[in-house]
């Protein structure tokens, strides 16, 4: 895969929720690729962010994918209001479904693209069963629940044996990396083969938005 397609996805996590709309429009602006909108409840994480509501506001105000990633207890409750929202992809967790399979399909029911994501101490192997009917794999390079945090190395791994079981499979899921990315981390993301890269705090925080997403993706070139 060409290393330079790497997209990359800010998240509103990090964004100043007094002028939401804005921040998206720097999101638009700066020419990056995704939306990233992390929900957490405060029981499957430690935070609590926004609802359906939040994301409805939000989706006249951009045409970009919106990337939703529900960092919840018992995802399958919430998924037709979440797909009704204007969510283009809901990734659940697999530590937070039990009956993971029929939340998947639920998601594609919707009209949604289907995305499952991992916790650090979360292996590859718990998902192998239904990666032939995902979209997208979020692998969390950081304990998630709040953003500015390191990457965690270890979590890489991950992203090598997805793609492996990508290639030997013949599967068609995306590959997307959160926690912890920046200028000094994508080089190892993108050439790992990931497909997206998730970034918060060095979006949010980077004193040009524009000259950021054009340096980490010239980063990601390797």
């Not at 790497?6 to 720097?26: C, G, K, N, Y």
């Not at 499952?116 to 979209?135: K, Q």
């Not at 290639?167 to 068609?172: I, L, M, P, S, T």
Request: aromatic fraction near 6%.
């Amino acid at each position: 895969m060409e290393t330079a397609s790497l997209r990359i996805a800010p998240s509103m996590l990090s964004a100043d929720f007094s002028r939401t709309a804005e921040e998206v429009q720097s999101i638009n602006d700066s020419k990056a690729d995704w939306v990233h909108l992390d929900v957490m409840d405060g029981i499957f994480v430690p935070n609590i962010t926004f609802g359906p509501k939040f994301i409805q506001d939000l989706r006249p105000h951009s045409d970009l994918v919106f990337d939703v990633h529900l960092m919840i207890d018992k995802p399958e409750r919430y998924i037709s209001l979440f797909a009704e929202s204007g969510s283009d992809y809901i990734t659940v967790h697999g530590e937070a479904s039990l009956h993971l399979h029929r939340t998947l399909q639920m998601i594609k029911a919707s009209g949604c693209k289907a995305g499952v994501s991992l916790i650090p101490s979360t292996p590859v192997s718990m998902i192998e069963p239904i990666l032939d009917m995902v979209d997208l794999i979020l692998v969390m390079t950081v304990n998630p629940g709040f953003g500015g945090q390191s990457l965690i190395i270890s979590t890489l791994q991950k992203i090598e044996r997805l793609a492996e079981l990508r290639e030997q499979h013949g599967y068609d899921y995306l590959i997307s990396v959160d926690g912890g990315v920046n200028l000094d981390t994508v080089g190892e993301i993108a050439k790992r083969k990931a497909d997206i890269a998730v970034c918060g705090s060095a979006f949010f925080g980077a004193p040009d938005r524009v000259a950021f997403i054009q340096a980490i993706k010239e980063r990601a070139q390797v």
